[in-house]
């Protein structure tokens, strides 16, 4: 996308228009709706059975189908409201602001699609069955890619803005994840039957277990709308400053959303149906042990994965974007960005170990309380930083409020003992930070070394170098950490 569009004002445009359904799709789908129904579902299937767990199902897919259809339909009639709430800086060029509305429309109806999408994964997650729900997001990198290569000449040719073709991208892609998930849920006998008559509705609604769901997601909907709440404001700050500056943004958080997805997302989805299990069972020192576990494994990925966005940032960037359109003052500006965030990974990462400690409790108010306070912490960075930093300056602020969201979270899991740090830390720190010094000179000599930004025509030796940087890192890590005595598949196997 970078090089087919490089950046400008129908860049920021489009991220704004994506981001719009991306924020209800966090709400409504793997946001406050997963987070109250995988451990109701998953404590059902415990303590019920799975002909209880089937009934849960089908009367939660029909209350959320009747749902989405009124807020999609809502949505594409309020999209220039919308807009003007997530991005009214995009009023500086009128063409932009147009431009995010007519995609807005075109795309809202995406989050319908994502939220079955996520009530699917929840499903098969609680059912052990992982593949399928995190193989579906590549559905939609490669209609994106598709929409760009075969439907931007096809829409340029037509006298349309070749971005618009990014919309249809989006929507296929929604579709063919909904689509691929539907086997897998006949395979283990939980393909939902929605309900379309009010008679269905008023039953779904009459269960129990679906009003629980529907309580808890309340609740946790106050947490993760504080989240929301903070991508909108700082949206709509990046959308006053210089144009470009919410693609900046976009681009960094792609660099980001990589280690938070293989780490902490993941580990995330894997952790919570046993964690709910074992609170169900009543099991507090299996519990705790996964709690551990997960954390030492944030630890020592996402450690090592921060120090190599903090002082590998412009490489990474200058390789993965510079080419086509996209400028060397666009490489600088997304650079900047990314180190912003390289300061809080661990704990964004730490974060989606740590909040499903409390969900599985069915404690959804604690995080919420501690969100709300870490939203008034960024605003107030933001306030003092923006005037100095710019667009950086919101990335920052997002990472210094993710560290103390995580220890915050951390410490109220300690005091109420729900976990117990197991022996073994101290010595285990200490290896972690040996091996990410090693690390950081390393790739210190490596950005220095290499003149990245004159690379950009030389496509094929750029990806070279930077394939054999990361290889000779991950030798230099893991290898420091195997003589230090820590044995990563030992680790993992616990």
């Given at each position: 996308m970078a090089s087919f569009f490089g950046v400008s004002a129908l860049t920021d445009a489009f991220h704004v228009a994506f981001r719009i359904p991306n924020l209800f799709r966090r709400v409504f789908g793997?946001?406050?709706f997963?987070?109250?129904f995988v451990p109701v579902l998953a404590a059902c299937k415990t303590e019920h059975g799975s002909q209880a767990a089937k009934q849960l199902v089908d009367h939660v897919a029909t209350l959320l189908t009747w749902t989405l259809v009124v807020i999609c339909t809502l949505g594409v009639v309020a999209a220039p409201l919308m807009v003007l709430g997530m991005a009214s800086g995009l009023k500086q060029t009128p063409q932009g602001f147009d431009a995010a509305v007519v995609m807005t429309r075109w795309m809202f109806p995406y989050i319908g699609f994502m939220s079955l999408v996520a009530l699917a994964g929840g499903i098969l997650n609680t059912w052990r069955?992982?593949?399928?729900?995190?193989?579906?997001?590549?559905?939609?990198n490669v209609a994106l890619i598709l929409s760009m290569v075969v439907g931007g000449?096809?829409?340029?040719?037509?006298g349309i803005e070749p971005i618009y073709a990014q919309c249809v991208g989006v929507m296929v892609g929604g579709v063919l994840q909904l689509a691929l998930q539907l086997p897998a849920l006949r395979s283990v006998g939980m393909l939902p039957r929605v309900g379309w008559r009010i008679k269905a509705l008023r039953a779904a609604w009459s269960d129990p277990a679906t009003r629980q769901v529907t309580k808890l997601m309340f609740a946790a909907l106050l947490g993760v709308s504080v989240a929301q709440i903070s991508l909108l404001i700082n949206t709509q700050i990046a959308s006053h400053l210089a144009p470009g500056s919410v693609s900046w943004i976009a681009n960094a958080d792609r660099l980001m959303e990589f280690p938070t997805a293989m780490?902490?997302?993941?580990?995330?989805?894997?952790?919570?149906p046993p964690l709910a299990g074992a609170r169900a069972a009543k099991d507090d020192a299996r519990y705790s042990a996964l709690l551990d576990w997960g954390l030492r494994l944030v630890v020592v990925l996402s450690v090592p994965s921060a120090v190599a966005l903090g002082l590998f940032a412009q490489p990474l960037v200058a390789v993965l974007f510079h080419h086509g359109n996209f400028s060397v003052l666009d490489v600088q500006r997304t650079t900047a960005a990314l180190m912003g965030y390289g300061v809080g990974l661990v704990g964004i990462v730490a974060i989606k170990v740590l909040a499903p400690g409390y969900y599985a409790q069915q404690d959804m108010r604690t995080p919420m309380w501690i969100a709300i306070a870490v939203l008034v912490l960024t605003q107030?960075?933001?306030?003092?930083?923006?005037?100095?930093?710019?667009h950086a300056a919101l990335t920052l602020s997002i990472s210094i409020g993710a560290v103390v969201n995580a220890l915050w979270l951390l410490a109220g899991l300690i005091r109420r003992g729900s976990y117990k740090p197991e022996p073994g830390w101290g010595i285990f720190l200490l290896r972690v930070v040996a091996a990410t010094t090693l690390l950081a000179s390393f790739l210190l000599w490596a950005s220095g070394s290499v003149n990245w930004l004159g690379l950009k025509a030389d496509y094929l030796q750029k990806i070279g170098l930077l394939a054999l940087v990361l290889l000779a890192s991950a030798a230099i890590y893991f290898v420091a950490l195997k003589i230090s005595g820590m044995t990563l598949r030992q680790l993992i196997r616990r």
């Open positions: 793997e946001g406050a997963s987070q109250a069955k992982f593949a399928v729900p995190a193989a579906s997001p590549v559905l939609l000449p096809l829409f340029k040719r037509w780490l902490g997302v993941a580990l995330g989805v894997v952790l919570m107030v960075l933001n306030f003092f930083l923006v005037p100095v930093l710019q």
